[in-house]
């Protein structure tokens, strides 16, 4: 069973040099695996979620389950703000590109997107509000002239991994051309 958040690197592995290689185009997927200090940040929050659990039970053994069940709640909450952080990013399938964040989702049909291309422009530095860096960013152009930022380099699935940020640009770059009307 394929994980769904380790994607589309294995897939460029082939012998054979086509832009979009996957079998199921309606699917949604990430064309790219997720980053180092991603992957990095969720695993520290599943080793804080483990000793909350070992408090939980602790507490629970202890005679007090109300304290127990706190412990629980904060535990599972923990757990899912990890899995949620592995799932942040870009998505496409036949259908269009997806722009996963922590609190939200934004989903946008091929149809009203007018293109998507690789600019130079200040970004931030892994997603923090105040720390602003040169850098590229894939920006999506909606129908209308409105922007919207998909990927940055300076981000926590590509930072110092400039070849892997070149890689995913040109593959949501592949599905926009597949799929985008023309003009």
Known sequence: MPLPFLTADRAF?????????FEDHDQWRRPYRPGPWRVG?????????????????ITAFAGTAVGGLVCLGVAALVIAAALRLLRIGTWVSREGVRRVAFLRTETLPWGRVSGVRTVQQPVRLLGLPRTVVQGQALVLVRQGGEQLTLLTDHSADFLARVEAFDRAADAVEAWSAEYAPKD
């Not at 592995?13 to 290689?21: C, M």
């Not at 940040?41 to 039970?57: H, I, N, R, T």
């Open 13 to 21: 592995d082939t012998d054979e040099d086509v832009a979009l290689p």
């Open 41 to 57: 940040a969720a695993a520290v929050a599943l080793l804080l979620a483990s000793f909350v659990l070992l408090a939980a039970m």
